[in-house]
């Protein structure tokens, strides 16, 4: 019998690794497309219209001239994560990596909108730590349970009810609102208004300018 020591091999591994700095900065990258990239992290119940209003707000920007992506959770459970559960180790896994590829999408000097449950504090402040300041903007899509069992676009809800899908967040798993969110929304209000809303604390914030005017 041999225990292999995963944390150890990774330590070794790294010992190798030697960051490299790109020639081309991330501010170079933003200043080309005229805006100032971040990460807006978008969490709440499932079907609080986070996807609505995530892809609403994308196509207002890239509309607008401005260079954007959208991560949806959804999605990448079907690719990046799909080898991935609905653990406590798997959600955090699942969030690490978005945060990763969100992350290079900003280096790349685009406006992330990811689009994810990410229903524990420790989620969303281990994807905060990954950027750097004033990078990460918490969107908080703040629509009750009441609602959004009520809607239930998947039929989820409905399903967890019967004792079907096991740690299904709202009614067999925790969810923590979040404390202190850059942006929080009302989910019950229209979603153009709220996309008005969200475009206002980004001029604010001055993404939607080059870094250096
Ligand atoms: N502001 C809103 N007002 C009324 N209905 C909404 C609003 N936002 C979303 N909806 C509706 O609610 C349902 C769920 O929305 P959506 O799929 O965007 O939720 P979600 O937060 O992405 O959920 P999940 O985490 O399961 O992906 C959809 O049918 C959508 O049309
Ligand atoms: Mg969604």
Not at 142 to 149: A, H, R, S, Y
Request: charged letters at 25%; proline letters at 3%; aromatic letters at 6%.
């Amino acid at each position: 019998m041999g225990i292999i020591e995963g944390e150890r091999l990774r330590g070794d591994r790294s010992l190798n690794l030697l960051w490299q700095d790109t020639v081309v900065s991330k501010d170079d990258r933003s200043q080309a497309k005229g805006q100032k990239a971040c990460c807006l992290w978008f969490t709440g119940l499932s079907g609080a219209g986070k996807t609505t209003i995530a892809n609403l707000l994308d196509q207002t920007l890239h509309t607008a001239g401005q260079h954007t992506f959208v991560l949806d959770g959804d999605r990448c459970r079907t690719g990046l994560c799909s080898d991935l559960d609905f653990s406590d180790a798997g959600r955090m896994e699942n969030i690490r990596r978005i945060a990763e590829v969100a992350k290079l999408m900003v280096d790349a000097g685009l406006i992330v909108i990811v689009s994810l449950i990410s229903p524990l504090l420790a989620h969303r402040e281990a994807a905060r730590k990954i950027f750097d300041d004033g990078e990460f903007m918490e969107v908080y899509v703040n629509t009750p349970l009441t609602v959004c069992e009520a809607r239930d676009a998947k039929g989820l809800y409905k399903k967890a009810r019967q004792g079907l899908i096991r740690e299904f967040t709202g009614v067999t798993a925790p969810y923590e609102a979040p404390v202190g969110a850059e942006i929080e929304l009302n989910g019950r209000a229209h979603p153009d208004d709220l996309v008005k809303s969200i475009r206002l604390k980004l001029e604010e914030y001055g993404a939607l300018e080059p870094p250096f005017g």
